[in-house]
T-cell receptor
């Protein structure tokens, strides 16, 4: 079993839809949870981070962490064509600046 | 702020030659830089962690004599792929951890290496 599992998709939704992206993990020592957005042939861009369990909201994006289930989610409300990208979850045991373990990434396509 | 650059963005080289990729933190000092490799439709795989002024720490399965990493200053780390082969063709991405807070990793735009 891989440390971080993420459904690669692709996921196609119409503009305005609510998108749910998820990752599961096996290492209970993970403390920092991040979501990155990566456009084609570009480096990842940090979208959200959460420390330990809980929710965090930033505009149209909401990140949730359920450590008891080893499950994290990213919700995108009112999705836009510009949200079309690959979304990678990442986790680390120590501070977010330490080595990150990434999921495979989910490719999202939002059609107008 | 917190911009990381990579050079070159794309390089094509012949099998057997060496290629150097630079990673620079433009507006902050980075004590630690990370090098990742990403194959098409795959996740980022950590190759090595480099700390300024010391030897890099390589992940299991990564040949340190093939992927030479130098982190000579707080703003520059280089990855040299020696004796490149077609199977080394990949997207190489670096990230840098800011010195002061040490919380975030900021990623570069990546370098696409094609070995013919």
């Amino acid at each position: 079993q891989k440390e971080v599992e993420q459904d690669p998709g692709p996921l196609s939704v119409p503009e305005g839809a609510i998108v749910s992206l998820n990752c599961t993990y096996s290492n209970s020592a993970f403390q920092y949870f991040m979501w990155y957005r990566q456009y084609s042939r570009k480096g990842p861009e940090l979208l959200m981070y959460t420390y330990s369990s809980g929710n965090k909201e930033d505009g149209r994006f909401t990140a949730q962490v359920d450590k008891s289930s080893k499950y994290i989610s990213l919700f995108i409300r009112d999705s836009q064509p510009s949200d079309s990208a690959t979304y990678l979850c990442a986790m680390s045991v120590g501070q977010a600046g330490t080595a990150l373990i990434f999921g495979k990434g989910t490719t999202l396509s939002v059609s107008s | 702020g917190a911009v990381v650059s990579q050079h070159p963005s794309w390089v094509i080289c012949k099998s057997g030659t060496s290629v150097k990729i630079e990673c620079r933190s433009l507006d902050f000092q980075a004590t630690t830089m990370f090098w990742y490799r990403q194959f098409p439709k795959q996740s980022l795989m950590l190759m090595a962690t480099s700390n300024e002024g010391s030897k890099a720490t390589y992940e299991q399965g990564v040949e340190k004599d093939k992927f030479l990493i130098n982190h000579a200053s707080l703003t520059l780390s280089t990855l040299t792929v020696t004796s490149a082969h077609p199977e080394d063709s990949s997207f190489y991405i670096c990230s840098a951890r800011e010195q002061l807070t040490g919380i975030w990793q900021y990623f570069g735009p990546g370098t696409r290496l094609t070995v013919t």
